[in-house]
């Protein structure tokens, strides 16, 4: 059973940064995919970024060039950088991997005031 832990998110103004770091223990070999996805008030769960081990990123068209995602130095971590943070991109932000079925973080939360 693997198991995710996030830190990272608050509030800050638009235009501002924020940094998302996620955790997965419980399991003893390298994941090869690990991100984030994020669920607005009233909206469906959207992938937001997806790093794999082999250093391949994937990006919702919304946050090309202003998110970077990355595998952590210690592994099975994954951290997100957010920069250029925008109103629309407030939400409650999930870890996510999959290995023998999705698990999900239990979120956390990033409010962007304008």
């Not at 009233?42 to 946050?63: F, H, I, M, P």
């Not at 629309?88 to 962007?112: H, R, S």
């Given at each position: ?56 990123t994937n990006y919702a068209d919304s946050v090309k060039g202003r998110f970077t ?25 999930y870890c996510w991997t999959i290995w023998d079925k999705d698990y999900w973080g ?9």
């Amino acid at each position: 059973q693997v198991h995710l832990v996030e830190s990272g998110g608050g509030l800050v103004q638009a235009g501002g940064s924020l940094r998302l770091s996620c955790a997965a223990s419980g399991i003893s070999s390298n994941i090869n995919r690990m991100g984030w996805y994020r669920q607005a008030p009233g909206k469906q769960r959207e992938l937001v970024a997806v790093a794999t081990s082999g250093s391949n990123t994937n990006y919702a068209d919304s946050v090309k060039g202003r998110f970077t995602v990355s595998r952590g130095p210690v592994k099975n971590t994954v951290i997100m950088q957010m920069n250029e943070l925008k109103p629309e991109d407030t939400a409650v932000y999930y870890c996510w991997t999959i290995w023998d079925k999705d698990y999900w973080g239990q979120g956390t939360q990033v409010t962007v005031s304008s």
